[in-house]
């Protein structure tokens, strides 16, 4: 499952992400996991997002990427703030587990007893 989708296709409900994969090494955590409030805005949302990181919140060259109006590049900055602000939550135990694996500061055995 791609985790960027956090809505589902067929109904747009909330999905919940219950398998993780490493291709790499195979291993696998299954559970139920959280996904980012990022995660969770549309891909258009979260497309405008990273071009705006990556024009280092430059208003400026957003109106000239996306030809638009400074009005128009705020107006989807505060609609994108105000989808993050409705599902923010502290971040979960969970959460806080799967970062320190994929940090290498836990191994997957201690991961799975914790989560456990």
Not at 20 to 46: I, K, N, T
Not at 47 to 56: D, G, I, M, N, T
């Amino acid at each position: 499952m791609d985790i960027s989708r956090a809505r589902c296709p067929g109904c747009g409900q909330s999905m919940k992400i219950t398998r993780a994969y490493c291709d790499a090494c195979e291993a696998s955590l299954e559970g139920e996991f959280e996904v980012s409030s990022l995660g969770r805005l549309s891909l258009e949302d979260q497309l405008f997002v990273v071009v705006f990181l990556r024009q280092h919140g430059s208003i400026k060259q957003m109106e000239r990427l996306f030809g638009v109006s400074y009005p128009t590049v705020k107006n989807r900055l505060n609609a994108i703030v105000r989808e993050l602000d409705r599902d923010f939550t502290a971040p979960s135990p969970s959460a806080r587990v799967l970062e320190e694996l994929a940090r290498g500061a836990i191994s997957v055995e201690e991961a799975l007893r914790r989560m456990s």
